[in-house]
């Protein structure tokens, strides 16, 4: 199995520009997760989705952020318009199964934002 | 809630032992364990789910206290490739919602 996929692995843009997020999960996973790092907070819940409906979207951090998930095997983070604070790696995982499942991470999108 | 973790940092000579400690201040349902290497993502260690399990596999082990609402994770002999962020990832109790928050992280460094 190729695992969790992201992409881009690293994303340099400008304050205000728009940035989109990609994650394909491990096939069979029902579950989707957003998380982002960072040094002073540690790893953040963003949103996840279960069966491709948003579930918790209450890490959220801002309307300027948003999520969807318009297949089993797609989804993507979209923050419109980007700021310096969003800066941080961002994580998407699946898993198979509630609560006591495994998740499995893909390898972070590291995002600046100038 | 974000669970506690400490320490925040631990640096060992191999062969050493260490444990790695978070609580919460909520019940709890499951502690979850991962491990990450700098540049990497997050690895699955082990889940322990409430009724004070304990659980191990090679020379790492983890309890779960569901009454103090802490676990620990105990590293045995440890070896170079045991260095990393180690993140405990806690559910609450009660909820429908599945939710898993993580600690900042204890920061493990094993020198030869």
């Known amino acids: 199995d190729a695992g969790v996929i992201q992409s881009p692995r690293h994303e340099v843009t400008e304050m205000g520009q728009e940035v989109t997020l990609r994650c394909k999960p491990i096939?069979?996973?029902?579950?989707l997760f957003w998380y982002r790092q960072t040094m002073m907070r540690g790893l953040e819940l963003l949103i996840y989705f279960n069966n491709n409906v948003p579930i918790d979207d209450s890490g959220m951090p801002e309307d300027r952020f948003s999520a969807k998930m318009p297949n089993a095997s797609f989804s993507t983070l979209k923050i419109q318009p980007s700021e310096p604070r969003d800066s941080a790696v961002y994580f998407c995982a699946s898993s198979l199964t509630q609560s006591t499942g495994e998740l499995f991470f893909g390898e972070g999108s590291r995002l600046t934002v100038l | 809630q974000q669970p506690v973790q400490s320490p925040q940092a631990v640096i060992l000579r191999e062969g050493e032992d260490a444990v790695i400690n978070c609580s919460s201040s909520?019940?709890?349902?499951?502690v979850h364990w991962y491990r990450q290497k700098h540049g990497e993502a997050p690895v699955f260690l082990m889940i322990l789910l409430k009724g004070g399990e304990q659980k191990g596999h090679d020379k790492i082990s983890a309890s779960f206290n569901e009454k103090k609402q802490q676990s620990s994770l105990y590293l045995t002999a440890s070896q170079l490739s045991y260095s990393g962020t180690y993140f405990c990832g806690t559910e609450d109790s009660g909820g429908s919602n599945y939710k898993l928050t993580f600690g900042k992280g204890t920061l493990l460094t094993v020198n030869p």
């Open positions: 096939s069979g996973h029902d579950y």
């Open positions: 909520k019940a709890l349902y499951s």
